[in-house]
């Protein structure tokens, strides 16, 4: 449907806070994604399956840890006395969406915050632990013994 109202900005907004987020899911998803695999070949197990719960499990884990580092990232570069705008959507209690909406945020705000995605990117993958490292080391120990 289109526009009618002359005062097309808070619809603006809403687009593009959907079209930022969109693309940060696409980014993120890649990441995490390439991480899994990385380990997965590393440790010499089979490709992740799209309908594995425990593949989609490890999947959401490697999610939920490059957005907290994003966020520890990002945080250093936020200006304090910039003017702060509610994020769009995500506010319903979830981690995940918290995370998400403020990269949102960030990702519109901050010039050079997809330099920064970037070099978070490069750093994440890197790491020999990028895939749901808590999780790994756990299940390591645990079926190490034996």
Do not use: K
């Amino acid at each position: 449907m289109p526009f009618r109202h002359p005062d097309r900005t808070h619809d603006l907004n809403a687009r593009i806070d959907f079209e930022v987020r969109e693309r940060l899911e696409e980014a993120i998803d890649f990441v995490c994604l390439e991480a899994l695999v990385q380990r997965r070949r590393a440790q010499g197990l089979p490709a992740p399956e799209a309908d594995n719960t425990r593949d989609r499990a490890e999947y959401e884990a490697n999610v939920l840890a490059f957005l907290r580092l994003l966020g520890r990232d990002m945080a250093t570069a936020a200006d304090p006395s910039a003017p702060t705008r509610r994020p769009a959507s995500g506010g319903n209690g979830d981690e995940q969406s918290r995370l998400l909406s403020a990269q949102v945020l960030l990702a519109r705000t901050l010039p050079d915050y997809w330099q920064r995605f970037e070099s978070a990117r490069t750093r994440y993958l890197a790491e020999p632990d990028a895939s749901g490292g808590e999780r790994g080391g756990l299940l390591r120990r645990l079926f190490s013994r034996g």
